[in-house]
């Protein structure tokens, strides 16, 4: 069981909002809204998933990774391997 | 008419795929998926909002700044002022 | 002449202070600080490179740009890609 | 000892690198350079700094956290945290 699976609902319930968000944007689009005030928004919702993504990144270290590295199975190596390719892809996207 | 009119219908498909790539990540919480593949996805979704951002950021200044800058109503200052303003918040977001 | 010419100094103090900051990371190294204390020091020194970024990007929209924008030469809208595409590169550095 | 000793020389060599960079570009502004090809100078920089940024928190997610992790100290959560941290300061840079 994946280690957010604690707080499983916080983080419907954050996706809920940042798809709310997205529509939000759309309806921006289609009423003409000004350019400044959508990317406004545009960078509240990528801050939003930022934020998600950082949570779930510190349970994935907090409980996946750690029972790796105290696991006798040797797989400790792979799983932060794993980790730091997803925070690189973080930083760049 | 903001800059972006030309290609609202473009910015409105795109924000749709992303609306619905966030439902997707409802969908993998749900379902337990693993918490890389997770992030992988949620760093495509910021991807994707971002490029949309620089879409809209490229008209206004082609648009809205190039007018504003042309016409006598010297507020040209202003719009740049404005617009890197929103550059900055897409950087930290 | 470029836009930042103006504050040409003030780019070059700056730049200064940022070069010092990485030899000062350098020292750090040397001395087997903490690594979390030298994350949060790269932190700081990219930070400083992006608002001095931020701040030729200002100008250059403000002169270079502009200029073009208002001249007959119709090389406005390469000038605005031209920006456009450093911004891009700025996002994902 | 801190994990990124085994490649103390190697990040030596990237900061020194980085060091260099950083004088080209006060060489650059001093020689009135175009402001896009400065910036683009900065994009590398600055990616050249989070690369070894990345570096610096992998050896550390692999030695110091896993430590903590395996010790008895009980240290674990609070070493993790502070990755976390670290990487959320690096987000945000």
């Given at each position: ?55 779930l990144l510190d349970e994935h ?15 400790g190596d792979d799983k932060i ?6 925070i690189e892809r973080l930083l760049?996207?």
């Amino acid at each position: 069981m994946p280690g957010y699976s604690i707080n499983r609902e916080d983080y419907l319930k954050r996706l809920r909002r940042i798809e709310g968000q997205v529509r939000g944007l759309q309806r921006m689009i289609e009423e003409d809204k000004y350019c400044i005030d959508i990317l406004t928004q545009i960078s509240s919702v990528t801050s939003a998933l930022r934020s998600a993504g950082l949570g779930l990144l510190d349970e994935h270290i907090r409980h996946c990774v750690r029972n790796a590295a105290e696991s006798d199975t040797g797989d400790g190596d792979d799983k932060i391997d794993e980790a730091i390719g997803a925070i690189e892809r973080l930083l760049r996207a």
